[in-house]
């Protein structure tokens, strides 16, 4: 059984920086593919950035050049530092973990709440 707990959400200011972070229990964490997601009440869920377990990177148009997400296979942790924060970036962001042979259940964090203030 897979967990995976996220941290780092805060209130910044906007232009202001924060680094969430998500460690995953339980399975190899080679084996799967990470991504961050943000959700704001009433709206539909954003994928904002993947990383694999080969360390590819994909993001959303409106995070790249902002945000970088990263993993530590060692630390069974995924990164996603993000800079210049904007109001309309405020969510709570969310870590999800699917395997690479897309087999089995794919799994979510709890979340961590980003405020930017303007």
């Known amino acids: 059984q897979v967990q995976l707990l996220e941290s780092g959400g805060g209130l910044v200011q906007a232009g202001g920086s924060l680094r969430l972070s998500c460690i995953f229990y339980?399975?190899?964490?080679?084996?799967?593919?990470m991504e961050w997601h943000r959700q704001v009440p009433g709206k539909q869920s954003e994928l904002v950035a993947t990383v694999t377990p080969g360390s590819s990177t994909t993001y959303a148009d409106s995070v790249q050049g902002r945000f970088t997400i990263s993993r530590d296979n060692a630390k069974s942790t995924v990164y996603l530092p993000m800079n210049s924060l904007k109001p309309e970036y405020s969510a709570v962001y969310y870590c999800?973990?699917?395997?690479?042979?897309?087999?089995?259940?794919?799994?979510w964090g709890r979340g961590t709440k980003v405020t930017v203030a303007s």
């Open positions: 999800h973990a699917s395997h690479l042979s897309r087999a089995g259940p794919d799994y």
């Open positions: 339980g399975s190899p964490f080679a084996m799967y593919v």
